[in-house]
């Protein structure tokens, strides 16, 4: 004949062991929620940069169109003015490809601080590889664009530009979108400064 005590012992421990599988089982829960919700965070925070970040084109002009190549006027440099759209993150200018596209060539340059935008010489110099810039109002951390920045992109073509062709200028940083300046160059160039963009 069992004794009502011992049984009720064994229900407790059998208790017991129960509330202690609940606890590591809820244990275990919240920390896979706890780390699933720091996962979420940071997908999310990385998606609205990627949303937002972007460079804006303000003008863009070519240079030399009073130059007269074997089939007419032509330019072989181009200038951006340039600065952060609206909500976007700063964004480092050594990370910032530049790919330029003219009729029958492609070059993807990096940037490089020591191309100086008045010296037509050393942009000329560097046209397959970099392109230089300066800041034309902000630049209080140099090598990066931040809000308020405007910045003057410079380079070279990689080839001549004649009257009436294609130049496509796209500006690609490490996070964010891509912007893609698609323009063509008057039918007639008759002055130094060309107005590509807008």
Do not use: H
Not at 26 to 55: C, D, E, H, M, N
Not at 119 to 128: C, G, P, R, S, T
């Amino acid at each position: 004949m069992t004794k009502k005590a011992e049984a009720g012992t064994g229900t407790l421990i059998l208790f017991i062991a129960m509330i202690l599988v609940a606890a590591v089982a809820a244990g275990v829960l919240i920390q896979t929620a706890s780390s699933l919700q720091s996962k979420a965070l940071y997908t999310g925070s990385r998606a609205k940069t990627q949303v937002s970040t972007q460079v804006a084109v303000i003008y863009m002009w070519g240079e030399n169109g009073t130059t007269m190549g074997t089939g007419g006027r032509e330019i072989n440099r181009t200038l951006l003015k340039v600065k952060l759209a609206s909500g976007s993150d700063p964004v480092k200018l050594n990370d910032t490809l530049v790919q330029v596209d003219t009729p029958s060539n492609r070059v993807n340059l990096e940037f490089n601080s020591s191309v100086d935008c008045s010296n037509n010489n050393v942009i000329d110099q560097q046209k397959n590889d970099y392109y230089g810039g300066t800041y034309l109002v902000g630049g209080t951390e140099n090598g990066y664009l931040r809000r308020g920045d405007i910045f003057q992109i410079c380079l070279a073509l990689p080839e001549s530009v004649q009257e009436g062709e294609d130049v496509t200028v796209s500006i690609i940083p490490k996070v964010g979108y891509t912007t893609r300046i698609e323009t063509k160059t008057p039918d007639v160039m008759l002055s130094q400064r060309v107005q590509l963009y807008p």
